[in-house]
């Protein structure tokens, strides 16, 4: 356990050290930095309540398919503002600039998965603007297309994200959430608009499971 005193690592140096490079599961195209076993993640991550959970560091389902479904359909994103909310590692991010999206931003409230943002923007030769903020009590952006990958995991957190998802959609930003069906997703809410089967970190095994691609009822 780091102990009181101990020096936080520089997180780009230490995601290139100890976060190995790897092909997504079912999204060959991307290859990211993701923690494995021996990735000592605590130490860059820390074990205070206050810190977050080192989401970033691994593929997690929402993402996945949503990342899957824009590249199998590049037109959604074809010259659009894009932007990728609690965007963790960026793969919805790397996918939507890799389909061809006019301009692609990265948020996320934890400064780590910026760093590792950054980095894997790079590995997959595309250009992203990351952020470290919380911006869902903020006025909508000025984007065409908001994504949101798993954040639905969380009561609280769903409330919130589901009043920014509304007032975005208010100001005709097209909104598109991916999901495996977590307990907190407002299905009731919500039209399901594609399914593919992927990885699943947040399933606590690793293993595929089959996850939604969803837009709010008003959409467009």
């Not at 894009?82 to 948020?107: E, F, P, Q, Y």
């Amino acid at each position: 356990m780091k102990r009181p005193g101990m020096q936080q690592p520089d997180p780009v140096a230490f995601i290139k050290a100890n976060l190995p490079i790897s092909p997504v599961p079912s999204i060959p195209e991307i290859r990211l930095h993701t923690a494995g076993p021996a990735s000592g993640l605590w130490r860059l991550a820390g074990r205070r309540e206050a810190d977050p959970a080192p989401y970033w560091a691994y593929p997690w389902a929402g993402g996945a398919v949503l990342a899957r479904y824009l590249l199998d359909r590049p037109e959604i994103v074809v010259g659009r503002r894009v932007l990728d909310l609690g965007a963790g590692s960026g793969l919805v991010a790397i996918a939507a600039a890799k389909a061809g999206a006019a301009a692609v931003t990265a948020v996320d409230i934890d400064a780590n998965a910026i760093a590792a943002i950054g980095l894997n923007a790079a590995i997959n030769g595309v250009d992203i603007i990351a952020r470290a903020a919380d911006i869902i009590e903020d006025p909508p952006p000025e984007i065409d297309l908001l994504v949101v990958g798993d954040l639905f995991y969380d009561p609280t957190l769903a409330l919130r994200v589901m009043a920014f998802l509304r007032r975005c959609q208010a100001s005709r930003i097209e909104v598109l959430i991916g999901d495996p069906e977590r307990a907190h997703l407002p299905q009731g809410e919500l039209s399901r608009i594609a399914t593919h089967i992927v990885a699943d970190f947040g399933g606590g095994t690793g293993g595929a499971a089959p996850a939604g691609v969803f837009a709010l009822f008003g959409n467009g």
